[in-house]
């Protein structure tokens, strides 16, 4: 049964009494030892916590009947409430789709970063305010910081090193930032998060980490793409940057900017996926050097330091959650940015996010076009 949203503020109001407290924070439960880590490291901070578990695809790691079992049980064992909530049709929509689009469009996607814009940040967001929250918390590494310099809270990365995942929250809604609690930003590892979960008893200390791609948790989106869309193997030709052709392939989808294995086709040295062209059905390789570009152009931008760049601005940029970050300038342009890097960097790929940095500040970011 879908409770209402008074019917969910009578059972808030029973279980935590009369009070209002002005601390009372909306944590969205991923499950797993670090969703009741959170809850925890916010109840000893004074807040008042709602765990909450999102049910957003059937038969993804996070998506079942253990994971309702686990959060609801962690939520009782901390006493705090717990709610599930039915977003099947909007992950759908938001996530699914555009990672089937993309795909569709020789685009690689970033999944993560459309479900927090969209589902985490977003649809979650607005339960929270229902539910009388002013706060969101989740287990990200990442911060949220008064800067003295910029007069505001940003958005920083944490101390969790190449765990990081700033990189993926470059797209939530810039009016948000000052109200998100990440608890797990000083943690360097999980290994800390377990630990501290075990001493306390916590049933799933010992809960595997969650999924890059929660709703293909056996990594085949080969197969997924089949299945859940329109798009099917259809051969055709690899070619070079001069046309030439050179071998056959599977189905465009099946290959990535900087590819290099499984190609199919021998050659005096190696070569690596360079590009598509749908219209002719072909997939384009070449020599590792042609991999390198020195400049690109982001679209479907979202600034979280400043509301628009109108002069040539030095930051960081990221191209890829593995990716280091590399030195460059950006301009706004109209809707999209430009970016020129001081060095050229190597398989550069659209549907990925291009994210800005200033220092450990997350200037904001866009999809990589080219």
Not at 84 to 101: C, G, H, Q, S
Not at 281 to 298: A, F, P, Q, R, T
Not at 330 to 339: A, N
């Amino acid at each position: 049964m879908k409770l209402t949203s008074d019917e969910v503020r009578t059972i808030l109001e029973n279980f935590r009494g009369t009070t209002q407290s002005d601390k009372w924070i909306d944590h969205c439960i991923c499950v797993g030892n670090t969703a009741g880590r959170i809850a925890q490291a916010l109840k000893e901070k004074g807040y008042d916590v709602i765990g909450t578990t999102l049910e957003l695809f059937v038969g993804s790691s996070c998506c079942n009947t253990n994971t309702y079992i686990d959060a609801k049980n962690v939520c009782n064992q901390i006493g705090v409430p717990h709610f599930i909530f039915n977003y099947k049709e909007e992950f759908k929509k938001y996530v699914i789709d555009d990672f089937i689009d993309c795909y569709a469009n020789c685009r690689t996607p970033n999944p993560c970063i459309e479900c927090n814009k969209y589902m985490k940040f977003g649809l979650m967001w607005e339960k929270a305010k229902e539910m009388g929250c002013n706060y969101i918390a989740t287990g990200h590494y990442a911060k949220t910081e008064y800067s003295d310099e910029y007069k505001k809270i940003v958005l920083k990365k944490s101390n969790a090193g190449k765990k990081d995942q700033s990189y993926v929250l470059w797209n939530i809604p810039k009016d948000l930032v000052e109200h998100i609690v990440f608890p797990l930003s000083d943690f360097e590892s999980k290994d800390e998060i377990r630990k501290i979960a075990r001493e306390n008893n916590l049933k799933v200390a010992n809960k595997p980490d969650s999924e890059d791609i929660c709703f293909i948790p056996d990594g085949n989106y080969k197969k997924f793409l089949e299945i859940n869309s329109d798009i099917k193997p259809k051969q055709g030709n690899i070619v070079n940057s001069k046309g030439e052709i050179l071998g056959r392939h599977t189905g465009l989808y099946n290959y990535t900017i900087g590819q290099r294995k499984g190609l199919g086709i021998s050659n005096k040295v190696p070569l690596f996926v360079l590009g598509f062209n749908r219209a002719k059905n072909e997939v384009i390789v070449g020599e590792e050097k042609e991999l390198y570009k020195s400049e690109l152009e982001v679209k479907d931008i979202n600034l979280l330091l400043f509301d628009k760049i109108e002069d040539w601005l030095e930051v960081e940029v990221k191209t890829r959650y593995s990716a280091r970050q590399a030195k460059a300038k950006i301009v706004q342009d109209g809707e999209k940015i430009k970016v020129k890097f001081d060095e050229p960097q190597r398989a550069i790929t659209p549907g990925q996010s291009a994210v800005f940095y200033i220092g450990d500040i997350v200037v904001g970011g866009g999809k990589i076009y080219i």
